[in-house]
């Protein structure tokens, strides 16, 4: 009973820490500023999901493309699918419009702000090309997270059936 002091009623421990006061609307409104890193490839994967939407063509191949990328990253690597993906975007159409669109969107993603890994390069081929074996690694986690997104939203916000 050594540890414990008797105070009034109650009894305390003599480490505890004096009680802190933190208004719920300031709280609030710190937490609605910051946003996770799951809340942002979201964000990001909806934008350029809505972009492709007006042209039913584009959008129900992006649809498709969207759901097989990830499956060929895995089984290829980032640098391989996204080589791919490139040149297949290549071209004139529907197709192209598809592929092109998944192409800019995992390069922006993996080369754009604090989130990117590559910030400072343009281009995502030359950046897998001249990162570490880190880096590839990153890329290959943070693009299928992404796709991940990509997929879902595609699923939700493009009706009709994909063409593969």
């Given at each position: 009973?050594?540890?414990?002091?008797?105070?009034?009623?109650r009894?305390?421990?003599?480490?505890a820490?004096?009680?802190?006061?933190?208004?719920?609307?300031?709280?609030?409104?710190?937490?609605?500023r910051?946003?996770?890193i799951?809340?942002?490839?979201?964000?990001?994967?909806?934008?350029?999901?809505?972009?492709?939407?007006?042209?039913?063509?584009?959008?129900?191949?992006?649809?498709?493309?969207?759901?097989?990328?990830?499956?060929?990253?895995?089984?290829?690597?980032?640098?391989?699918?996204?080589?791919?993906?490139?040149?297949?975007?290549?071209?004139?159409?529907?197709?192209?419009?598809?592929?092109?669109?998944?192409?800019?969107?995992?390069?922006?993603?993996?080369?754009?702000?604090?989130?990117?890994?590559?910030?400072?390069?343009?281009?995502?081929?030359?950046?897998?090309?001249?990162?570490?074996?880190?880096?590839?690694?990153?890329?290959?986690a943070?693009?299928?997270?992404?796709?991940?997104?990509?997929?879902?939203?595609?699923?939700?916000?493009?009706?009709?059936?994909?063409?593969?």
């Open positions: 009973m050594a540890k414990y002091k008797k105070q009034g009623s009894k305390t421990s003599p480490a820490a004096p009680s802190i006061s933190i208004s719920p609307r300031k709280s609030v409104e710190t937490a609605s910051q946003q996770t799951a809340q942002q490839r979201a964000g990001f994967a909806l934008k350029k999901v809505l972009a492709v939407t007006p042209d039913k063509e584009t959008a129900n191949r992006f649809k498709a493309y969207a759901n097989s990328l990830p499956a060929m990253i895995q089984t290829n690597g980032i640098g391989q699918a996204l080589a791919f993906a490139k040149m297949k975007g290549n071209g004139r159409g529907p197709e192209a419009s598809a592929w092109l669109a998944l192409y800019k969107a995992v390069s922006e993603w993996l080369t754009t702000g604090e989130r990117g890994i590559w910030p400072a390069q343009q281009d995502v081929m030359e950046a897998i090309v001249a990162g570490d074996q880190y880096q590839y690694q990153r890329a290959h943070e693009a299928q997270a992404l796709l991940s997104w990509i997929k879902q939203f595609a699923r939700a916000e493009i009706a009709g059936d994909s063409h593969e």
